[in-house]
C-alpha cells in the first residue's frame, strides 16, 4: 500500500502563518539594530578624529555624525563620556518599544559604546 506524503492544507497555513509572524518581529527590530551600528559607527568615527578633544567638541562632532546619518531620536546628550584608566570610554544608550499588535508591545534596549586610549 502506497502512502501519501506531504503538507495538508492545515499545516502550510500554520507555516505561513509562523513565517508572517517572525516577518512582522523581524520589520519591527531591525531599524533598531540598523540605527545601533550606525550609532556604534559614528562613536568610532568621533573617537579617531581625537581623543584630545573636549566633551563640548566631542558632542558637537557626534551630533553632526548624526545629522547625517539621518538619527532623529537620539542626541549628543544622550551620549556618556567617560574618561577613566586612559581611556575615554563613549556611550549612548538606545531603547526602543516598538507596537507590534493590539496589546502587545517589543522592547528593544541596546548600549553603543566605542573606546579609546587618552592622548598623552
Known sequence: MNHQ????????????GLAMAAALV??????????????KHSLE???AEGTD???????KTMDARLNV???????????????DNGTLTLTVPISRKEHL???ISLCVDLNATA????KQ
Open 115 to 118: 573606546s579609546a586610549p587618552l
Open 53 to 59: 578633544q573636549s566633551d563640548a567638541d566631542l558632542r
Open 69 to 83: 546619518n539621518f538619527i532623529q531620536d537620539i542626541t549628543s546628550r544622550d551620549m556618556d563620556i567617560n574618561r
Open 101 to 103: 499588535t493590539g496589546g
Open 5 to 16: 506524503r506531504g503538507l495538508t492544507l492545515i499545516s502550510l497555513l500554520f507555516l505561513l
Open 26 to 39: 523581524s520589520f519591527k527590530v531591525i531599524p533598531a539594530y540598523i540605527d545601533y551600528f550606525t550609532i
Open 45 to 47: 568615527s568621533v573617537l
